[in-house]
């Protein structure tokens, strides 16, 4: 999942950081591979059944079905991202997953970007604090790009 940090909106919006998924092959493009893989897939089972290996025909499905919750899974995934956006005063919090999108305002003034180590977990956790709110960002991001992210926010932020 790439960071990007686009250029400043006409409007005087701020700096907007967006975290999406590497996504290389469109939605049609995934559907028509798994197409293919179950087109072979059920040639093979017509051919077992054809010579009298029958059994093989709901194995056939049961894997066929697995499959396409498994595509399914990855398609719904593949639509999910967070956007930061600094603004004068304002730090927007965006995030798309599951179908809906939210979106958190914070102030800039409060702002502290904190990685929290998370104690047993092996993986550091992105944390925007603003007061009594607390934000976990970027947990679909590798450690590393994490970490980068952070970096990114607290140098765009004023210093104490």
Same mark, same amino acid.
């Given at each position: 999942?790439?960071?990007?940090?686009?250029?400043?909106?006409? *409007?005087?919006?701020?700096?907007? &950081?967006?975290?999406?998924? /590497?996504?290389?092959?469109?939605?049609?493009?995934?559907?028509?591979? &798994?197409?293919?893989?179950? %087109?072979?897939?059920?040639?093979?089972?017509?051919? &077992? %059944? %054809?010579?009298?290996?029958?059994?093989?025909?709901?194995?056939?499905?049961?894997?066929?079905?697995?499959?396409?919750? *498994? &595509?399914?899974?990855?398609?719904?995934?593949?639509?999910?991202?967070?956007?930061?956006?600094?603004?004068? /005063?304002?730090?927007?919090?965006?995030?798309?997953?599951?179908?809906?999108?939210?979106?958190?305002?914070?102030?800039?003034?409060?702002?502290?970007?904190?990685?929290?180590?998370?104690?047993?977990?092996?993986?550091?956790?992105?944390?925007?604090?603003?007061?009594?709110?607390?934000?976990?960002?970027?947990?679909?991001?590798?450690? *590393?790009?994490?970490? %980068?992210?952070?970096?990114?926010?607290?140098?765009?932020?004023?210093?104490?």
């Amino acid at each position: 999942m790439p960071v990007t940090e686009l250029p400043s909106t006409p *409007a005087g919006a701020g700096t907007r &950081f967006e975290v999406r998924r /590497d996504v290389r092959l469109t939605p049609r493009q995934r559907w028509i591979g &798994f197409g293919a893989m179950a %087109a072979g897939s059920l040639a093979m089972a017509f051919a &077992f %059944a %054809a010579g009298g290996v029958w059994p093989v025909l709901p194995y056939s499905v049961l894997e066929l079905s697995c499959l396409a919750a *498994a &595509f399914a899974w990855l398609e719904r995934r593949s639509r999910e991202w967070v956007a930061v956006t600094l603004g004068a /005063d304002r730090v927007v919090v965006e995030t798309a997953a599951g179908g809906r999108v939210e979106r958190r305002e914070l102030d800039r003034a409060w702002l502290r970007v904190e990685i929290d180590a998370g104690g047993d977990r092996s993986e550091p956790v992105l944390v925007l604090r603003s007061g009594r709110q607390a934000m976990r960002v970027g947990g679909n991001l590798p450690a *590393a790009e994490r970490v %980068a992210l952070a970096r990114m926010l607290e140098g765009r932020l004023p210093a104490r």
